[in-house]
């Protein structure tokens, strides 16, 4: 009897060891805030330059993992494509701040799951610089948690299920959407190729879901709005690899 306690007790050690070690190897990222406004705005943000930048950087785990991640986060953030510069985010929001003379922008990163074997990252930008109306997107930034290394759809869904991924994707689109099964796509107003609804290159994960993006005028006008497909794991997991 003695003899079961311990074994008893020992593997319990064990499997408290082990959930620490677990506990110990999730990512762990800390939030970063910077926000600016054109002097003499004062707490004004209508009529006035506003930047605000949330962001998160990645503080545990291998250099060369947490180097991928927060250069892929950087990147987002400080992306100038007009004329390529590398900046910080402070230095990016002081430009914003004095190239308009009004406007807003606000991005935002944030963790949607951190989990592994896969981390993904919500990117949010908001912005309005003049015009008839502001834009808005959300992408998603996704990786192994292993290496740091991009994660690709085709990475985490199994061989040969891609089809019927895109039918029960398609199926929850239309609920959102509310449209019939046999619905032309087309005649309410989106525009898919051929009519046909495909998958969002713009995918991200969640604890629980997968999830697809559409943002304005992927595959609609701006008047119809983004939508967010959402696909709980318990529906697909057949069709997945481990995650």
Known sequence: ???????????????????????????????????????GCGDVK?????????????????????????????????SRPQD??????????????????????????KVSRASPPAISLEYSESSYTGGAHGNFATVYLNFEAATGETLKLASIVKAGSTARLTAIAEAHFR????????ASLKAAGFWFPEGRFQLSPIFGLSEKELIFQYN???????????????IPFSEIRGLLRPM
């Open 1 to 39: 009897m003695l003899h079961s306690g311990v074994e008893a007790l020992s593997a319990m050690t064990r499997l408290v060891v082990a959930l620490l070690i677990a506990a110990a190897e999730l990512p762990t990222f800390e939030s970063r805030h910077i926000e600016r406004t054109i002097p």
């Open 46 to 78: 209508e009529g006035c330059v506003h930047v605000e930048l949330t962001y998160v950087e990645l503080v545990s785990g291998p250099e060369d993992v947490r180097e991928k991640v927060n250069a892929a986060i950087r990147d987002a953030i400080v």
């Open 84 to 109: 390529g510069l590398k900046l910080t985010p402070a230095e990016y929001a002081d430009h914003f701040a004095t190239d308009y003379q009004k406007g807003s922008l606000s991005k935002s990163v």
């Open 175 to 182: 609920k959102q959407r509310e449209l019939a099964p046999d």
């Open 216 to 230: 304005l005028y992927d595959v609609a006008p701006y008047s119809m709005g983004p939508t967010t497909v959402t």
